[in-house]
C-alpha cells in the first residue's frame, strides 16, 4: 500500500504549517521569554500563566473561540470584513493563527528557561566593555542559550504537526487548504480506510519518536573538558 496523492499533499501542508509556526514563534516568543526570565513587574504571573493556557484547555475550545472571534460576528471578523478582506477561518492563514496560539507556550518556556539559567553575569560583563543590547543578545545571549532555541524550536514544530481539535474547528476539511495529516487520518478511519490511516499514523509515531530522542539529546549535560 502506497501513500495517495491526498496523503502526501496533507503531509506537505502539514510541514508548511509547523514550518511557518515555528519561524513566527521563535521570532515572536524571543522578546517575550526574554521579559519573564527577566522581569520583576507584577505582570509576570498572570501574563506567564495566560503563555501556559493552552496546556490545559481542550483544543475544541481554543479553537471554538477562535472561531467565534475570527468570525463573521466577531470583532477580528467584523474588521477584516470592513476593511474589504477574507475571513479567516476555514483557510491556511486561519490555522496559522491558530497554531500560533495552540503551540505559543511550546515557543516560550523552552527560551524562557535558557535566558534565566543564563543570568545577568554575561550580559553586565558585556556591557562594561562597551557592547550595545543587541550585539550583547546576539553575541552572548544567543549562543549560551543555543539548546534552549533548538528545544523551543523541536517542540513547536511537533506540536504543531500533532495538532488536531484546533484545526479541525477553525480550519475545517478542506484538501489542499486546511485537511493537515491528524486530520486526513480521522477522514481514513472514518472511511474505514485503515491501511491508509496505519501508513499515516505509523508515520506519526516515528516523528515523534524522534523528537523525543532529539529533545533528549539535547537537553542532556555536555561533558566537561
Known amino acids: 500500500m502506497h501513500f495517495t496523492a491526498e496523503n502526501w ?41 495566560v503563555v501556559a493556557l493552552p496546556l490545559v484547555l481542550p483544543p475544541t475550545v481554543i479553537g471554538f ?33 491558530g497554531s500560533l496560539i495552540y503551540s505559543l507556550p511550546f515557543a516560550v518556556q523552552p ?21 550595545a543590547p543587541l550585539d550583547r543578545f546576539f553575541s552572548v545571549a544567543f549562543p549560551m542559550a543555543r539548546t534552549g532555541f533548538l528545544t523551543a524550536a523541536v517542540m513547536t514544530f511537533a506540536h504543531t504537526v500533532g495538532e488536531f481539535g484546533v484545526v479541525l474547528m477553525l480550519g475545517g476539511n478542506i484538501p489542499g487548504q486546511t485537511r493537515v495529516v491528524s486530520v486526513q487520518i480521522y477522514d481514513h478511519v472514518e472511511a474505514l480506510e485503515y491501511a491508509q490511516a496505519h501508513w499515516l499514523a505509523a508515520g506519526m509515531l516515528v516523528f515523534s519518536f524522534i523528537v523525543l530522542l532529539s529533545i533528549h539529546l539535547l537537553q542532556r549535560p555536555q561533558p566537561r573538558s
Open 9 to 49: 499533499q496533507a503531509v506537505l501542508l502539514t510541514l508548511r504549517l509547523a514550518g511557518l509556526t515555528t519561524l513566527l514563534l521563535l521570532v515572536l516568543c524571543t522578546p517575550l521569554a526574554w521579559w519573564l526570565a527577566h522581569t520583576r513587574s507584577p505582570l509576570r504571573s498572570p501574563i506567564s500563566a
Open 65 to 97: 473561540y477562535l472561531l467565534i472571534l475570527l468570525g463573521p460576528q466577531g470583532f477580528v471578523g467584523q474588521t477584516m470584513q470592513s476593511m474589504g478582506m477574507k475571513l479567516l477561518p476555514f483557510s491556511f492563514n486561519g490555522l496559522l493563527i
Open 111 to 131: 527560551l524562557q528557561r535558557a535566558f534565566e539559567a543564563l543570568g545577568r553575569r554575561p550580559m553586565e560583563v558585556a556591557a562594561t566593555l562597551g557592547a
